[in-house]
T-cell receptor
Framework: AQSVSQHNHHVILSEAASLELGCNYS??????LFWYVQYPGQHLQLLLK??????LVKGIKGFEAEFIKSKFSFNLRKPSVQWSDTAEYFC??????????????FGKGTKLSVKP | DSGVTQTPKHLITATGQRVTLRCSPRSGDLSVYWYQQSLDQGLQFLIQYYNGEERAKGNILERFSAQQFPDLHSELNLSSLELGDSALYFC???????????FGSGTRLTVV
């Protein structure tokens, strides 16, 4: 079965620090990859997604992620975090079955706390 | 507002009871997905409906059931509730053959 691993449970950074959150998935076929953010008390919002093409994907709020197929990874990065980035971040994957997608499988999430 | 509407936002009920959670998908989206988010299990896929028909099942208990109506709204029915069913229940929708889901704000269920 497909699975998604997020390496860090809780990350604490100071404002202006750089961020990298790790994500690995287990599936050898074609996948679609996503990062969602959940601010405290709110619903999941899509940060960015990768379907095909350029493996470096830019999302909202200055986030980007790089798909490295050989490493089954899709790490999320931001050069300089802000206090407002405090949230929980979820990596997710769907398997691409010839044009239709399977269900969204989530990692356990990484809590990011940014100190002002 | 994501366009996916879930009601109620909060629900407190006693063990053994039955509740119904409602989801209205984003306009034009035919697929509805239900997820359970709890502290210990994370986000778990429960079930998917596409245009009124069950499409896929995940870790959904037999005490839980769902359906999607002709107007595409969906209901998740949880019965014989246990304390461990306390969680956030999210609904998401997506268009046919398009990737990426839009999530609703969730229903927080507390079983006491």
């Amino acid at each position: 079965a497909q699975s998604v691993s997020q390496h860090n449970h809780h990350v604490i950074l100071s404002e202006a620090a750089s961020l990298e959150l790790g994500c690995n998935y287990s599936y050898g076929g074609t996948v679609n990859l996503f990062w969602y953010v959940q601010y405290p008390g709110q619903h999941l919002q899509l940060l960015l997604k990768y379907f095909s093409g350029d493996p470096l994907v830019k999302g909202i709020k200055g986030f980007e992620a790089e798909f490295i197929k050989s490493k089954f990874s899709f790490n999320l990065r931001k050069p300089s975090v802000q206090w407002s980035d405090t949230a929980e971040y979820f990596c997710a994957v769907t398997v691409n079955y010839g044009g239709s997608q399977g269900n969204l499988i989530f990692g356990k999430g990484t809590k990011l706390s940014v100190k002002p | 507002d994501s366009g996916v509407t879930q009601t109620p936002k909060h629900l407190i009920t006693a063990t053994g009871q039955r509740v119904t959670l409602r989801c209205s998908p984003r306009s034009g989206d035919l697929s509805v997905y239900w997820y359970q988010q709890s502290l210990d299990q994370g986000l778990q896929f429960l079930i998917q409906y596409y245009n009124g028909e069950e499409r896929a099942k995940g870790n959904i208990l037999e005490r839980f059931s769902a359906q999607q109506f002709p107007d595409l709204h969906s209901e998740l029915n949880l019965s014989s509730l246990e304390l461990g069913d306390s969680a956030l229940y999210f609904c998401a929708s997506s268009p046919h053959q398009e990737f990426g889901y839009t999530f609703g704000s969730g229903t927080r269920l507390t079983v006491v």
